[in-house]
């Protein structure tokens, strides 16, 4: 018994860091209908960041933190203003593509400036696990969770009553409806793509302490995010938080009771169970996706 | 490039090894060729029919490991009480074996994805390669993991007056990949021009309406589904016969984007827009190799794909073909509308 608590709660740590990748990337899709492939390497960013400033810098490691999500922003929202718009998102392959291109210059890009070796990013809590009940938690972990639930809420409370999360879900509904209402549809955009990349970074950052740093992080955070949005059906939100802790749990407790081994694995076949049985995502209503 | 330009061609390819016999080029043109065959197949999905494949290396991996384990032999434990042995097997049999698993593959895929389109068809290719690659990766009994399958035999032929020769030179290699190559280029353009060539092409154009004038729209794509996987799994095959060793790498992503690459590069929808991006994408990492950083080289590779996408993004074929043909063509709004099969 005292196993399966602590593989739900792991799962659970580890859920809410995937909730808060999965938004950013449905978000994202959501809004513009853009598949971002580069989001996983914007969460390896937020990962170097974190080591730049704590490990090189000597600086702290919250103030990291905000540097990250900040840096993360400015970095989504140059990506949007220089090159999705200049494709004006009508052909949503061609966008995937261009998507690609950056996912692959911002992956090298970071293997030329810091190697192929991991680094590490020294964690600011203690490292004695606290003991709960018969179950460990390491202080990180329980800051990852904690912090990862402010920013799931925080996000929660932008998108559903302010008035930049109310012009972001008119767009998501209508563009031209939200345009003659007078939102302005580009800065929208900006502001979505900048906002999605900065809580990728963050979750890069705040994992950074947890993991080890790698360039090819990346890579699976990516894939990783697609299974999430999957699981909640692409451009819905709720569905994302909700997909992000499924996974995590299917993950930890296929890796516990079945196969180690395969445990990335499992967030794929999930994809292709899903699309199989229910493309429109576990998660949402009826949507159309042929 | 119809007839006897394409036959000038082929010859002029064809004596290359005799105007150079260099054998380190050869082998750079034979490892691009390779390339361009599975470009050519991936255009079959991603240019005739607008379906964007993210997940065609896996075909061309299933069909290395598939035509590399049958002509080593392997034996497997299944759970059964006896395990699976299959003695090695003559390499030319095991070759065609490659090309029907990957067909098979690309059968099942075709069920699965073809339910579904845009974002969430790519997902599910992508998905599929992944768990092709992790399958290699930890299967360790049958494919060695990454201890990589090693001393994969090599192709051979039956020449007149000197019995089975083992196709191992350069030259041979260089042959035998051109052959292929122009096997599968034949292939595609008499598909392309038939009757479910044209249907393909209708309802890439527009689905809706290719679907209310009968055409079996899911019939059609899953066709092209498994004879694009055929011949990527026949690449793979050449590639796993000519290298000689292979490991789970093979199915890596970035694999896939070579091949897409090639294919938006040269014009896809063309039937010699594989060919000329191949061997513009094939050619640039041995003419940038020395020059820069490996990593420099791939961020080249990015930036020149954005920058295809975004200035050229019917592809080079198409942009200088209406340039020699000076022929006017319709300007459409949609980029994807490519002026069809004729190249």
Redesign the interface.
């Known amino acids: 018994m005292d196993q399966f608590l602590q593989h739900l709660v792991n799962g659970t740590v580890l859920g809410a860091t995937y909730a808060l990748l999965g938004i950013g990337l449905t978000l994202i899709?959501g809004i513009m209908?853009v598949?971002n492939f580069a989001h996983g390497e914007l969460y390896a960013f937020g990962a170097y960041v974190a080591y730049a400033l704590v490990s090189l810098l000597q600086m702290d490691y919250f103030v990291a933190l905000v540097l990250a999500a900040g840096l993360g922003l400015l970095l989504g929202a140059a990506i949007e203003f220089l090159?999705l718009r200049?494709?004006r998102l009508?052909?949503?392959?061609?966008v995937?593509?261009?998507m690609?291109?950056?996912?692959?210059?911002m992956?090298?890009?970071e293997?030329?400036a810091w190697g192929g070796v991991a680094k590490v990013v020294p964690t600011p809590f203690p490292q004695e696990s606290i003991i709960v009940g018969g179950i460990y938690l390491s202080p990180t972990r329980l800051f990852v969770l904690g912090a990862a639930i402010v920013l799931l809420l925080a996000f929660y409370l932008v998108i559903e009553r302010s008035r930049l999360g109310l012009a972001m879900r008119s767009t998501f509904q209508d563009e031209d409806a939200a345009r003659i209402v007078g939102v302005n549809v580009g800065r929208i955009y900006t502001l979505t793509f900048g906002l999605g990349s900065s809580l990728a970074a963050i979750t890069g950052a705040l994992l950074a302490p947890v993991f080890v740093v790698t360039p090819t992080m990346g890579?699976l955070a990516s894939?990783k995010a697609?299974?999430i949005v999957?699981l909640g059906g692409?451009g819905n939100i709720r569905g994302a938080a909700l997909g992000g802790f499924a996974l995590a749990l299917i993950e930890e407790f296929g890796a516990a009771y079945i196969s180690t081994?395969?445990r990335?694995?499992i967030?794929?076949?999930v994809?292709?169970a899903v699309?199989?049985a229910r493309?429109q995502g576990l998660f949402a209503a009826k949507e159309r996706?042929? | 490039m119809r007839g006897l330009s394409f036959l000038i061609i082929v010859v002029a390819l064809a004596l290359l090894p005799v105007l150079c016999p260099d054998p380190y080029l050869l082998s750079v043109v034979a490892a691009a060729g390779i390339m361009i065959i599975a470009a050519i197949s991936l255009n079959l999905l991603l240019g005739f029919t607008g379906q964007l494949s993210l997940g065609h290396a896996a075909f061309f991996g299933i069909g290395a490991y598939t035509s590399a384990l049958l002509s080593l032999g392997f034996d497997v434990d299944l759970g059964f009480s006896s395990p699976l042995v299959v003695e090695p097997k003559p390499v030319w049999v095991a070759f065609i074996g490659g090309i029907v698993m990957a067909s098979l593959f690309g059968w099942l895929l075709g069920k699965v994805a073809f339910r579904v389109r845009g974002a969430y068809f790519v997902i599910v290719t992508i998905s599929f390669a992944q768990v092709m690659r992790m399958v290699a990766l930890n299967w360790v009994d049958l494919t060695e993991g990454p201890m990589a399958l090693v001393s994969i035999p090599p192709l051979n032929l039956w020449v007149p007056g000197e019995g089975v020769v083992r196709l191992v030179s350069k030259a041979s290699t260089y042959w035998l990949v051109l052959a292929a190559g122009v096997l599968a280029y034949v292939i595609v353009a008499n598909l392309v021009r038939s009757r479910i060539g044209r249907a393909a092409i209708a309802l890439r154009e527009n689905e809706v309406l290719a679907k209310s004038i009968g055409i079996p729209v899911t019939r059609c794509l899953i066709v092209f589904s498994v004879l694009s996987a055929g011949i990527a799994g026949a690449a793979g095959g050449l590639y796993a016969h000519t290298v000689r060793i292979i490991d789970p790498d093979v199915f890596l992503f970035i694999y896939t984007i070579t091949m897409v690459i090639m294919v938006i590069a040269g014009g896809k929808g063309t039937l010699a827009g594989p060919v000329v991006g191949g061997l513009i994408f094939g050619l640039l990492p041995e003419v940038l190799r020395g020059v820069v950083a490996p990593e420099v080289q791939w961020i080249i590779y990015g930036a020149l794909m954005i920058l295809i996408l975004l200035f050229m993004p019917k592809g080079i074929v198409p942009a200088f073909g209406g340039l020699l043909k000076r022929r006017k063509i319709s300007v459409r709004r949609r980029p994807s509308a490519t002026q069809g099969a004729s190249s």
């Open positions: 899709f209908k598949v090159l200049r494709c009508e052909n949503v392959d061609e995937m593509l261009i690609i291109g950056v996912m692959i210059i992956q090298n890009a293997l030329l890579d894939l697609f299974a999957i692409l081994a395969y990335d694995a967030g794929f076949l994809i292709l699309m199989v493309p996706v042929g």
